[in-house]
Every structure is written in C-alpha cells, then in structure tokens.
C-alpha cells in the first residue's frame, strides 16, 4: 500500500469514527432529553454566599404548612419572646423561632433530599413531569431571614431555568408576623359546654357494647390517621398501625407524611420504643446526640400501662388517641373516675354502612368524647374528642382496615436493642423544679373574686402554691385536701395560692364551688400567666406537668416542690407543712 492510499484510509477511517461518534452522542443525548428533565438554578443575589444555602424540590407550596404552624404555636411564642427584657434579645430569639418553624416544615417533607447550591447549579431527574416548588431552608442577607418558593413546571426531555432574586424570595419574618397575630386572635368556640348534661341508659349499652368488643378480642390490628389541634387552626396530622394481642403483646408504629416516627413494641413486660432514622424532642431535651441507635425501655404490667401515653414518645408534638388502646388488655382510662355519663347523638349511614353516635362526658362537660359504632362489630370508625380549655382542643381520629381475631405472628410483639445501642432514661421531672434555697418568683393577678395578690406581699408566713387545671385528675384530687389544710392552719399563718393558667374562668370557678374552695385562686389564662408557670416555676421543660406545689417558706424562698397527689395518703400534705411549725 503506497502513501498516499494510506492516508486516504486514514482520513475515511476518522470521518467514520466521526460520524459514529456523533450518531452516538445525538443518540445518548436524544435519550438523555427523551427520559430526564433538567433545572439550571441562577442565584442573582449579591453577598449571598451560595456554598450556604440549602434547597430541596417540594411536590407542594409549604407555606400553607409554615403559616399553620405558627398559628398553632403563637401562644408559646410569646411567653417564650416576652421572657426576654431588651428589644434586642427579644428580637434575636424571633428570628431563631422563625428558623425553627420553617426548617421543621422543610424537615418534615423532604427528609435527607436537600441538595447545596454550588458551582454546578443543575439538578436533573427522571420523575414524572408535573408543578414542583424549590425551597431554600432560612437564609439570613443583612441580618433579614428570607427563603424563597418558586412553582416549576419541569417536563421529560426539557431543561428550565430558574432565576433566584430578590424579587422571587419571601420574608419569612413578614409572614411570621401575619400568622403569628391570626394565631392569637380570640375566637368563640363552637362547642360550649353542656351544664345540663344527662345520662341515657341506651347510649350507655352501646358504650359497654363497645368495651365488651374489645375485651373479648384474641387480636385486634387497625389504622388510625389522627388530627390534633386548637380549634380554628390546621391541626398537625399523624397516623398509627396497631397491632394487639392477648393477653399482653401490643406493637404500635406512628408516622407522619408517611415516614414512620417510632415504634413501640410490647412484649408483656416491657414497652420498647424506638425511632429509627428520625432524631425527636421532648421533655425539652432534644436526642440530636442519640440519632438512630436509641430506644428506651418502659415497664408494661397487665391491665397497668397506657399504650396512648406512650404515643407521644413516637412523635414528638403529638401523642395520644381517644380511645385508650390498654382497654383491649383489660386497663382503664385516668378519666373514668370524673365520668358524668353517656347520650346518643343520633346515627349516621357513610358507603352503606350505619353507626351509631354517642358522646362520653366528663368533668362537667370540660371534656367530651365522641364515638362513631358501627352497628356489625361496635368498634368505632371515627371519633372526636373537645378539651374546652381557654382556647378548646379539637382532636379527630379516624379508624380503618381493621381487623379482629386474625392470626398475629409472635415475631412481631418482640424486640431487642441491637450491639451499640443507647438506653435513653428520661429525667426526672421533678429535678428541674426551682432548688430549695432559691428566691420565688414574684407574681401578681386578680383571683376569681377580684382582689389583687402579690406574692410577696406574704413575707413572714408560708405559703403553699398549687399549681392545676381542671382537666387533670390529680389535681381534682388535690383541691378537697387543700381546702381541709387551709381551714385547719389559716390561724396559724399558712397561706394557700391556687394557680390555674390553662381553663375557661367559668368552668374552673364551677370546680372550686363545687369544692367549697375558700382558699385563694388565680384563674388567669393570659400569657403573663402562663409564663410564670412555664417560665419560672417549671423551667427546662417543654411540658407543663401538673399538680405542681411548692412550699414558700417565711423568707420568700423555695422549701419543698413536687409534683403530683396520692388520694390513697391523706396525711401527706399535713407531714409536708410539719417542719415549719403546723401540727
């Protein structure tokens, strides 16, 4: 082969290559824009360091989501603002609760797919063409919280480009403030209380009938989505699958927009909880420093756990059900002894089949539950729940695919830490009371028969400060014994100081005549109120734990605190006032 026919085969060789590389590569990128869609993201915003800023795709626009929770949390917002004394503080606290609630919402939807800006500002995906929103967590620009929530419509085989401006983000504190106000606002409830409450023997047959359907279940499993919430505000949502099986064995899973929470496990000793990938807060101590390897271990004795309690552990923010799942193992319900009776509500026919509805009151009407039987097996499938406080809870449950006397395997109600697990033990709550030695907290409001009380104004006696509201038994159990210790050593110097910072004035006043109370009581459920309860007698606590007493001795000064009463030691009010002096 001469020359200059080698180099004609060379050249015919590259242009083949060439036209084979090409026809792939049109190929590759025919296929590319046939089964993916791409976003280029621009950020044209000056001093906004990209490698900062944190963003995920939403199949929804979540500020919905952000205003209503806000709403919802805009009482403790402002105890926990107004606690701080310069506009400054205040102000910086603002910003971090604003963080807060948005960065929840963020969380709560998009998990761990949260992408950087970066240099390569292109995100491509294969999922179905359809209206998605980008979302930056909090950013902070000159010290002014913003974020923004753009619509795309991204389609198979297209690139979009996004532009991220000034004039596309959001003030985040802007809408803080505007569902902050809304939240506060007072509103009239639409479910007063019923004084005239009677009791009607049929609808207290289907209430039994209810019972009886549990107790004489070998297995139960059903699904249960839950509403909770102040009436008037979105309430948060969560679902519960549970599975129970006599005469001890329950296993229950929470979730909330589809990724489960925890889990609990009851074996027939022990209740074992856990929550796998996500990281929870209560009692306000946060398990960031646990993450996915902690559980804890509670005792479950037959007949003597709450498996509703326990539903706040799952998921912190929510918790309980209205119909107590222990019922099934034989338990009770802490509200049976406050049970004022039963009455039918009507009936109702949903997709053919019928129920009866029937409504459980306690305390007066304070607290009213709702249940929904159906006719074949008594079991309820929807169920309502009003707690009239100052400002009434709505809470709503819905049950489904339930299922009764189907074989359970035994796998399921068993469970052991894996090697490197933590055990988390909670504190004790009565650890974080204010130590003996420590100067009270001065407080002053109008009691419910209008004079003015200051707390120290009762330097040089000891004063006892009970702290209640009307919805928690103890509590109930509480006011007789105090208003026997009052009348048995108000000579003697001693001054008692009821404190309610939750209840309708009405309903509680109702409660302390019924009592014959004589002894002072602060019904007051404004803010400042309930700062001096949360804020400075129960600090560090996310809760509100009550009855909560302390004892003020003659010096203006912490001497005891504890929480709770025993009705079964009668003595032991008067054995706490022995050491200064009353017998």
Not at 189 to 204: G, H, L, M, S
Not at 440 to 453: L, R, S, V, Y
């Amino acid at each position: 082969m001469n020359e200059r026919k080698f180099i004609v085969l060379i050249v015919v060789y590259v242009f083949l290559s060439t036209a084979v590389a090409q026809a792939n590569t049109e190929k590759a990128q025919d296929t590319w824009n046939r089964d993916y869609w791409v976003i280029h993201l621009t950020l044209d915003m000056p001093k906004l360091d990209p490698h900062a800023v944190q963003y995920a795709f939403f199949d929804y626009d979540p500020i919905p989501d952000f205003t209503e929770r806000v709403k919802g949390y805009s009482k403790i917002h402002n105890v926990l603002i107004e606690r701080y004394q310069t506009e400054e503080k205040k102000q910086s606290f603002r910003k971090r609760r604003m963080k807060t609630n948005w960065d929840e919402v963020f969380v709560d939807v998009t998990g761990d797919k949260v992408y950087m800006l970066s240099e390569e500002r292109s995100i491509s995906s294969n999922a179905p063409s359809g209206k998605q929103w980008v979302v930056t967590k909090v950013t902070y620009l000159n010290g002014e919280p913003i974020c923004w929530c753009i619509p795309v419509q991204p389609e198979i085989g297209k690139e979009t480009n996004v532009v991220l401006n000034r004039n596309n983000t959001f003030n985040v504190a802007e809408v803080f403030d505007i569902a902050f106000a809304t939240g506060l606002e007072k509103k009239e409830t639409q479910y007063p209380a019923d004084i005239n409450f009677k009791d009607e023997a049929k609808a207290r047959a289907l209430y039994d009938r209810m019972i009886k359907a549990l107790h004489d279940a070998r297995t139960l499993y059903y699904e249960s989505t839950y509403w909770s919430g102040l009436e008037g505000v979105e309430p948060r949502k969560a679902t519960y699958r549970i599975w129970m099986k006599k005469p001890n064995h329950v296993r229950l899973e929470a979730s909330r927009k589809n990724k489960v929470t925890g889990t609990l496990v009851g074996d027939g000793d022990y209740f074992w909880i856990y929550w796998g990938n996500k990281k929870v807060d209560f009692n306000g101590e946060s398990f960031q420093s646990y993450s996915n390897k902690t559980y804890m271990k509670i005792p479950s004795p037959e007949g003597h756990h709450s498996i509703a309690h326990m539903t706040s552990r799952l998921e912190a923010g929510m918790g309980m059900t209205i119909l107590q799942p222990s019922r099934f193992h034989g338990g009770g319900s802490s509200l049976d002894e406050y049970f004022d009776g039963i009455r039918s509500v009507g009936s109702e026919t949903v997709n053919g089949e019928k129920y009866d509805i029937i409504e459980v009151s306690y305390m007066n009407n304070q607290r009213s539950k709702y249940f929904w039987l159906s006719k074949r097996d008594y079991l309820p499938r929807k169920l309502m729940e009003i707690v009239r406080v100052k400002n009434t809870i709505l809470i709503k449950e819905l049950w489904s695919n339930i299922f009764v006397n189907v074989e359970i395997p035994d796998a399921l109600f068993s469970w052991q830490p894996p090697a490197g697990w933590t055990e988390y033990k909670e504190q004790d709550i009565e650890e974080r009371l204010l130590e003996s030695g420590t100067v009270a907290p001065d407080f002053e409001f109008k009691t419910i028969d209008g004079n003015t009380i200051k707390l120290s104004d009762f330097h040089g006696k000891v004063v006892l400060i009970n702290f209640w509201r009307v919805g928690c038994p103890p509590c109930r159990c509480e006011i007789p014994h105090l208003e026997r210790l009052y009348r048995k050593y108000k000579e003697q110097g001693l001054i008692v100081i009821g404190f309610n910072s939750y209840d309708d004035h009405d309903i509680a006043l109702d409660l302390l005549r019924e009592n014959s109370v004589t002894y002072s009581n602060i019904v007051d459920a404004s803010e400042a109120a309930w700062s001096v309860q949360q804020e400075l007698y129960q600090p560090g606590t996310s809760g509100s734990a009550v009855p909560m007493n302390y004892i003020i001795d003659r010096y203006g000064k912490v001497a005891d605190a504890w929480y709770g009463f025993d009705k079964k030691d009668e003595e032991f009010l008067d054995r706490k006032l022995e050491p200064f002096g009353f017998k």
